[in-house]
């Protein structure tokens, strides 16, 4: 994981021109607390790159929804959450340490329950979303797309 003070990178993107490539990444305990800290440091560091103030309020929620599902539906001591800039795209990404019982998906509700709409938000608001297993093979990771 890229520390805050190394967010900026810089790489080659094929056909040999110079692309920008801003990423951070951060892990916090796996606590209904750390959700709030969470958006800080994503706000804080959009905010750093100058990502536009709708970007950054969807940025918001979708990690607000991704870092509460993995503290609520896993029993992960830790989440970890990226933020990736690269061209005109963002990434978002939290990663859990595993064992949820189902995979996460955008189920209906009906008006009278309180939660489960978290997903559908999620997906409602970015261009795409997704989950793959987590690198270490623990756990998994859900991933969202904004423009």
């Known amino acids: 994981m890229a520390p805050s003070h190394e967010a900026l990178r810089l790489g080659h993107s ?8 801003l990423q951070d990444a951060f892990s916090l305990p796996a606590l209904s607390t750390s959700v709030a800290e969470a958006r800080r440091r994503v706000l804080a560091r959009l905010r750093e790159w100058g990502i536009g103030e709708e ?3 969807n940025a918001e929620l979708i990690v607000s929804e991704l870092f509460t599902n993995a503290v609520r539906h896993t029993s992960s001591e830790r989440v970890c959450c990226e933020v990736r ?3 005109l795209r963002l990434r978002l990404e939290v990663t859990d340490q595993g064992c949820a019982r189902t995979e996460p998906m955008a189920r209906p509700v009906t008006v009278d329950q309180e939660g489960g709409r978290g997903l559908m938000l999620v997906e409602a608001l970015s261009d795409s979303w997704g989950v793959r297993p987590a690198e270490d093979g623990r756990g998994r990771a859900v991933w969202a797309h904004l423009s």
């Open 55 to 57: 970007v950054r309020d």
């Open 14 to 21: 094929g056909g040999g021109s110079l692309a920008q490539c």
């Open 85 to 87: 800039a690269v061209g």
